[in-house]
């Protein structure tokens, strides 16, 4: 399985900006897919995940400024960022967990400055 992202880039606080990644390879019907971030020197954390039903869970501080959405038959994850904050500057990485396996893609970087 590979997990391809694109969307990073440069803003402004309060701006917004979409990531987007797509799976290839072997998935299965029934997968999570989501991302998370790594900002300097702190450890990697979740943003939002999204079942292949639909189910949603967002980390509380992005909970009403992101939406994650995804495409099954194109196996694509997608995260609308809004109003975003100098402190949400990091590594997005795109995950999903596929036959019980997690799999990573190589992250996109996010900078959120003036």
């Known amino acids: 399985v590979q997990l391809q992202a694109s969307g990073g880039g440069l803003v402004q606080p309060g701006g917004s900006l979409t990531l987007s990644c797509a799976a290839s390879g072997r998935i299965s019907s029934i997968n999570t897919m989501g991302w998370y971030r790594q900002a300097p020197g702190k450890q990697r954390e979740l943003v939002a995940t999204?079942?292949?039903?639909?189910?949603?869970v967002y980390a509380d501080s992005m909970e009403g400024r992101f939406t994650i959405s995804r495409d099954n038959a194109k196996n694509t994850v997608s995260l609308q960022m809004n109003r975003l904050k100098p402190e949400d500057t990091a590594v997005y990485y795109c995950?999903?967990?596929?036959?019980?396996?997690?799999?990573w893609g190589k992250g996109t970087q996010v900078t959120v400055s003036s």
């Open positions: 995950w999903i967990r596929n036959f019980a396996i997690d799999y």
């Open positions: 999204i079942g292949s039903r639909g189910s949603t």
